[in-house]
C-alpha cells in the first residue's frame, strides 16, 4: 500500500494497514496492553468504545483478549436514542461484538435509561458513572465525514454546550437534525482527559475528512474532532 499523503502535527502517531482486520488486531493488542498495565497498578480501568461499523473487527479482537475483564468498566462514547434490539443500537453492536468471551466478565455501563426521550434519562445515566474514575483510561474514537466524533455532531443544537471544555457536565442530549435518532453523548471533557485516546478510520474519505481538520484546527465546533486532534492521539486507519 502506497502511504497516505497526510501530514499530522507534531505528538499524533499515525498507523496505517493494508487491511481493517490488521489494524484492529494491533489496535486490540495496544488497548489490551494499556488496560493490564493500568490494572497492575489501579484496581479498576475504563474503556470508552464508539459505535458506528469500523469497530467491529476491533471489538471481535478484542474480546479475545485475556485480562482481568472484571476489573474493566465498557462504556460507549454515544448511544442511539433506540430499543437496545434495534439494529441501531450501539449498546447491541457491543454486546453482539465485544461483550463475549472473556470479555463478557466487564461491567457494562449503559448510556440510556428509561425515559422517552434522552433528557428524562440525563440524571440516572450520568449516576450510573459516578464511581468511575478520571481521566477515564482508554477511548476509542471514530469519525463522520461531517467532522462528528462519538455524537459531537456540528448540527445539533447543544454543540455547543457539550464541546465546552469548562463543563461538568458528563453526558448531553444531542438532537442533531442530520440524523434519524437523537442520541447521548459523553462531553468533550470526559472524552479528551483520556489516558490513552485511539482515532480508529476506515477508508479513503475518512483522511479526506481528517486532512479538512486539520487545515484549520481552531474552529472545533464546525468539526468537533479538531479538539481531539492533539499530541497524544493514535490514528489507526485501513482503506
Ligand atoms: O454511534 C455513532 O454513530 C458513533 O459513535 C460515531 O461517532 C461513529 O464513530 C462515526 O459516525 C463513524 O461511524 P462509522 O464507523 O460507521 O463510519
Same mark, same amino acid.
Given at each position: ?79 442511539? *436514542? /433506540?430499543? !437496545?434490539?434495534? &439494529?441501531? #443500537? ?13 470479555? +463478557? ?64 457536565? *458528563? /453526558?448531553? !442530549?444531542?438532537? &442533531?437534525? #442530520? ?13 479528551? +482527559? ?46
Amino acid at each position: 500500500m502506497k502511504t497516505p499523503d497526510i501530514q499530522f502535527p507534531e505528538g499524533i502517531q499515525a498507523r496505517f494497514e493494508d487491511a481493517p482486520e490488521s489494524v484492529a488486531l494491533i489496535l486490540a493488542n495496544a488497548v489490551a496492553d494499556f488496560l493490564r498495565e493500568r490494572l497492575a497498578s489501579a484496581e479498576r480501568a475504563s474503556l470508552v468504545v464508539s459505535g458506528g461499523s469500523t469497530p467491529v473487527p476491533f471489538f471481535e479482537a478484542l474480546s479475545n483478549k485475556a485480562l482481568d475483564w472484571h476489573r474493566v468498566d465498557v462504556l460507549l462514547a454515544d448511544e442511539r *436514542w /433506540v430499543d !437496545e434490539e434495534d &439494529p441501531a #443500537s450501539n449498546t447491541r453492536l457491543v454486546r453482539d461484538h465485544l461483550l463475549k468471551g472473556e470479555t +463478557a466478565a466487564a461491567r457494562y455501563l449503559p448510556l440510556k435509561a428509561e425515559g422517552r426521550a434522552p433528557i428524562d434519562a440525563l440524571a440516572r445515566v450520568s449516576a450510573g458513572l459516578k464511581d468511575l474514575a478520571l481521566p477515564l483510561d482508554v477511548v476509542i474514537l471514530g469519525m463522520g465525514n461531517d467532522g462528528h466524533t462519538a455524537s459531537l455532531f456540528p448540527d445539533a443544537p447543544e454543540i455547543a454546550r457539550a464541546m465546552n471544555a469548562q463543563s461538568s457536565e *458528563w /453526558v448531553v !442530549e444531542m438532537s &442533531p437534525p #442530520s440524523q434519524p435518532h437523537p442520541r447521548i453523548s459523553l462531553t468533550r471533557p470526559i472524552l479528551e +482527559a483520556a489516558r490513552f485516546t485511539a482515532l480508529h478510520l476506515k477508508g479513503r474519505d475518512k483522511l479526506e475528512t481528517l486532512k479538512r481538520a486539520l487545515s484549520e484546527p481552531e474552529d472545533v465546533l464546525a468539526m468537533p474532532i479538531r479538539a481531539f486532534l492533539k499530541p497524544g492521539l493514535q490514528v489507526f486507519w485501513s482503506p
